[in-house]
Each structure stands twice: as structure tokens, then as C-alpha cells.
């Protein structure tokens, strides 16, 4: 729960920064920014399903959209054991925080993917499988 205050308190300040001003619904927590995006859990999501994890995971892009593009809100899949992710559905928006007109969606599952040490992916994915 401090890990949680304390990502709030550093990164929600960053996130409008670098989003503009952008209200985050309270069932999101900002977990990670990176490079003016922000990456947002909804933590009573997190489904754990063997040696998995879903959760749903909204990433506002701030100011680097293209094609009308702002934000993402997708079904994400982690495989714990092995450290690898993948997206099971997807919406994309040309509003921040997943709001806004629905530009895309998707019901696709996407191979699996090994996250880079360092990453956004890597620190959700070890925050998701600890839950």
C-alpha cells in the first residue's frame, strides 16, 4: 500500500505535466510513466489463473499520438513464470484515460512477448505477479 502512495504522490504530478491536465478515474492507479506516457492499472481487475494474471491496463499516450490516437484501455494476459505478456483485447481512444470516441477495437490475442529489463512492461508485469 506505501509502494502505491508513494508511485501516486511521484507520478500523478508527472502525468499532467506531461498529458496536460488530465483527470485519472479513481479505480485507476498510475503505475509507471515513461517518456510522457502514463501506464494505469485497474488493480481489482487483477485475475490470478494458474501461473497467470489478467488485468485490464490503460495507457495514455499524452502528446505522442498519431492518427488521432490518445489512449488504450486492453485485456492484458501475463505469464509469470516465464516473464512474458500478451494482449487479449484492446480499445483504443482519441481521448485521454480511455475516454473519448472509439477509434478502434480489437478481440485478438497477440502472441507472447518477453518484456525489456527496465521497461514499463517489465516493472507492470512484476507488480501484476505479486499480486
Not at 502525468?15 to 488530465?22: E, I, T
Not at 485490464?56 to 499520438?65: A, F, M, W
Not at 483485447?89 to 490475442?109: C, H, M, N, Q
Amino acid at each position: 500500500m506505501l509502494r502505491i502512495l508513494l508511485a501516486l504522490f511521484f507520478l500523478l504530478p508527472a502525468l499532467s505535466v506531461a498529458a496536460g491536465p488530465v483527470s485519472v478515474p479513481s479505480y485507476l492507479t498510475v503505475y509507471k510513466t515513461f517518456d510522457g506516457r502514463a501506464f494505469l492499472i485497474d488493480q481489482k481487475s487483477i485475475k490470478k489463473k494458474g501461473g497467470t494474471r489478467q488485468y485490464v491496463q490503460v495507457i495514455d499516450l499524452g502528446d505522442h499520438n498519431d492518427n488521432e490516437v490518445r489512449s488504450r484501455r486492453s485485456l492484458e494476459e501475463a505469464d509469470c513464470k516465464d516473464g512474458k505478456t500478451r494482449t487479449l483485447e484492446e480499445t483504443v481512444y482519441d481521448g485521454p484515460v480511455a475516454t473519448g470516441k472509439v477509434l478502434r477495437e480489437a478481440k485478438e490475442i497477440s502472441e507472447w512477448s518477453t518484456e525489456a529489463e527496465g521497461s514499463p512492461g517489465k516493472a507492470i508485469l512484476t507488480f501484476v505477479c505479486g499480486q
